[in-house]
């Protein structure tokens, strides 16, 4: 338990004894005043009984403010302890984990599923800790002063207990569905969130409105039945506790004609009825709310207790500063078990050599980049990097040290300069200036409205493809890695951003080994080995010229893609 929490605990815990007992000397007084003052018409009495229960009543709202403000403030940092881990906790997980579950999904985990446990951490508990002191208070007090009486009233508990055992695993189940098909509606509207360009694009937003509503149905529906087996519990406890005071009454009234009880017990005990009521109730709401809280919490245990299937080794090391030499050793790889996406590939490349990887789409080139980068880990076989392979060494070290300048380039949402920035956050404004007038970027930059500081949006819809093809070369230039991995974007662009790309590109490259998805011929012919992959495996390696001599597979793609690279160059 952090500091904090073992320090207000106490203090909770003494608020919350306070409140429950200065409810519970209320009932006793009233009998006071009705025995002693009210009957024998003591009216000195009366008046110091009153100013004692407006006492006992100050104190009691003292004692509740208290114990809610610092139950509140608890519960707030228990949430915000818990969704800061789980947030850190999936920043490290592997994208084999990503491959299987929607974004929606653990989208909902970080924020849903944490707000119900907030409920039952802000409330909930201490809520709980007070009903439980104020029935057993209540129980005992009943029979110390009317055994027989508290006994008959009391008999009435277990035919409660019974009836809310009875709802309870009904109620479980509803809330456990509502929480499945809460889960799957937002993953299905945050698909639709991201895919909205495409959809408007074909228009299908009508399909899209009538399967949202379906599910959005399904839900409604869901909640309903839940809500309203939830809502029976209420009225079944309210039934149960009028069969109470009717044995309290006719008990009572047999008691004081016997003279076993005065009036004033007789009211003091039908007050305590309706305290002990409410406990009771609440306790069934917060049965339900606890069993929300309980298949929440099993889903966000389900993601911390989720291991990244790339783990680093107890001892791991840093990797040193790297040279940049890259060996793949038979490498084999699977996604799905049974479903090579490489299957024994070897290449040794040199500090600071280029290598073109080209084939069809599907053929593994990504593959490679992923197990590169330490994504996934290879099925069989091992990538060495300056001689150590990079399962025994620190994930962080291998990846500082790896450029990666994705095809669909990435754009947060923050300012131009933030943008770059993330490729080394200690970067001074200067050397992120030098970095965009390196790859040209610099001119578009300060042509913007407000230059490097100009707002983009998630997804940088302002920028134009090139220009966001160039943020991220800079991005990409000031992280300064040894290695660099390059997935080239296919879409064509104006000549003149096609010529600014072409530059910064062999500004970026120079002195680095460098991996490229290569699609533009220029690049392709300035790379120092071309590999052309098929099928998961090497078909041919070696420079243009060579491999345009050879007339195979190489050749096919250049002959078949002339036309559409010309154009592009
Ligand atoms: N996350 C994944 N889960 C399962 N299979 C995958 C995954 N990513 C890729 N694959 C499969 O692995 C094979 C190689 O894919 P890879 O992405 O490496 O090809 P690529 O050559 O980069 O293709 P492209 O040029 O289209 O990007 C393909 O058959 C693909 O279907």
């Known amino acids: 338990m952090k500091p904090y929490k073992k320090q207000m605990l ?84 592997s994208f084999r984990f990503f491959d299987t579950r ?59 207990f019974m009836i809310s055992t009875k709802l309870r695993k009904k109620i479980r189940h509803a809330w456990q569905d509502v929480t499945m098909k809460q889960s799957r509606l937002n993953a299905h509207l945050n698909e639709c969130i991201q895919g909205i360009r495409v959809t408007q694009a074909y228009s299908q937003e009508k ?50 004609q016997t003279e076993e009880i005065s009036v004033g017990l007789l009211v003091a005990f039908a007050t305590y009825i309706g305290y002990f009521w409410e406990p009771i109730t609440r306790l069934g709401q917060m049965y339900s709310q606890l069993l929300i809280a309980m298949a929440s919490a099993e889903r966000i245990f389900e993601f911390i207790d989720e291991k990244p299937s790339v783990a680093e080794l ?89 450029g990666v300048v994705l095809q669909d380039t990435f754009i947060f949402s923050g300012t131009i300069r933030d943008n770059i920035r993330f490729g080394r956050l200690d970067a001074t404004n200067e050397e992120i200036e030098l970095a965009a007038k390196a790859v040209h970027a610099h001119d578009f930059i300060v042509g913007l409205p407000n230059g490097y500081d100009t707002e983009v949006q998630e997804r940088g819809n302002v920028l134009s493809m090139g220009q966001r093809q160039l943020i991220s070369f800079a991005r990409a230039l000031l992280a300064n890695p040894r290695v660099l991995i390059l997935d080239e974007a296919t879409a064509s662009i104006d000549t003149d951003t096609e010529l600014k790309i072409q530059e910064a590109l062999k500004t970026l490259l120079a002195g680095r080994t460098s991996f490229i998805v290569a699609h533009r011929l220029s690049t392709i012919r300035n790379a120092d080995k071309i590999v052309v992959l098929d099928h998961g495996r090497m078909m041919e390696i070696g420079n243009h ?25």
């Open 10 to 93: 106490p203090i909770i815990i003494i608020m919350m004894l306070v409140g429950a007992i200065t409810k519970l000397t209320v009932p006793l007084l009233i009998r006071e005043a009705i025995d002693n003052a009210i009957v024998p018409k003591n009216t000195n009495l009366l008046l110091i009984i009153v100013g004692v229960m407006l006492g006992v009543y100050i104190i009691q709202w003292l004692a509740n403010t208290f114990r809610i403000k610092y139950t509140n403030m608890i519960g707030q940092r228990v949430i915000y302890d818990l969704r800061h881990d789980l947030f850190s906790h999936i920043q490290k997980l």
């Open 102 to 160: 929607p974004a929606g999904s653990v989208l909902v985990r970080v924020t849903n599923y944490v707000n119900s446990l907030q409920d039952l951490f802000t409330n909930g508990v201490v809520n709980l800790l007070i009903d439980v002191v104020q029935l057993v208070g209540i129980i005992i007090i009943l029979l110390t002063f009317n055994f027989k009486l508290g006994a008959a009233i009391i008999v009435t508990v277990p035919i409660m």
């Open 207 to 256: 399909e899209n409105i009538q399967f949202f509503t379906k599910m959005n149905m399904v839900n409604r529906l869901s909640w309903n039945r839940a809500s309203m087996l939830n809502q029976t519990f209420g009225p079944l406890i309210e039934i149960t506790g009028a069969i109470g005071y009717c044995i309290l009454f006719w008990m009572g009234a047999y008691l004081i």
């Open 314 to 402: 107890e001892d791991a090391k840093d990797l040193p500063n790297i040279k940049g030499n890259v060996k793949f050793e038979n490498l084999v790889f699977e996604y799905e078990a049974g479903r090579p996406a490489l299957k024994g590939f070897n290449l040794d490349v040199h500090a600071g050599q280029s290598i073109a990887l080209v084939g069809h789409t599907g053929s593994g080139k990504s593959t490679i980049m992923n197990l590169l980068c330490r994504f996934y880990d290879p099925t069989e076989g091992r990538i060495l990097i300056d001689g150590t392979d990079i399962r025994d060494v620190t994930i962080q070290s291998v990846r500082s040290q790896i």
């Open 545 to 569: 010229d060579e491999l345009m001599k050879e007339q195979k597979i190489y050749y096919g793609l250049i002959q078949a893609q002339y036309k559409f690279l010309q154009d592009a160059v």
